[in-house]
Nanobody
Framework: QVQLVESGGGLVQAGGSLRLSCAAS????????VGWFRQAPGKEREFVAA????????YYANSVKGRFTISRDSAKNTVYLQLNSLKPEDTAVYSC?????????????????WGQGTQVTVSS
């Protein structure tokens, strides 16, 4: 079993940056693909980015491509999401999730373990 804890959210002005962290318990975290999802008020949760087990393959939603970067540090059992050029529409609760899979996916049903989320608020 894997437990995930997100951190790094906060309030930032439009155009600013944040780095989110997803720290995992368990020695086998490197065996999981990891995804980031977000849910804005009144909207459904949506895919943001994913990274493969080894960290070589990454995937992004079109809305964040070129602005967000997902990466992982296996030694620290942590996956990061760097958020640059933030926009007010990026405001949401961001959650990470782990899938017993080689590659990440945009489909939420592929993920077995979820964190509680961290709030990102972007002011205009």
């Amino acid at each position: 079993q894997v437990q995930l804890v997100e951190s790094g959210g906060g309030l930032v002005q439009a155009g600013g940056s944040l780095r989110l962290s997803c720290a995992a318990s368990g020695r086998t975290f490197s065996s999981y693909a990891v995804g980031w999802f977000r849910q804005a008020p009144g909207k459904e949760r949506e895919f943001v980015a994913a990274i493969s087990q080894g960290g070589v393959n990454t995937y992004y939603a079109n809305s964040v491509k070129g602005r967000f970067t997902i990466s992982r540090d296996s030694a620290k059992n942590t996956v990061y999401l760097q958020l640059n050029s933030l926009k007010p529409e990026d405001t949401a609760v961001y959650s990470c999730a782990a899938a017993i899979a080689l590659y990440g996916s945009s489909r939420q049903t592929e993920y077995r373990y979820w964190g509680q989320g961290t709030q990102v608020t972007v002011s205009s």
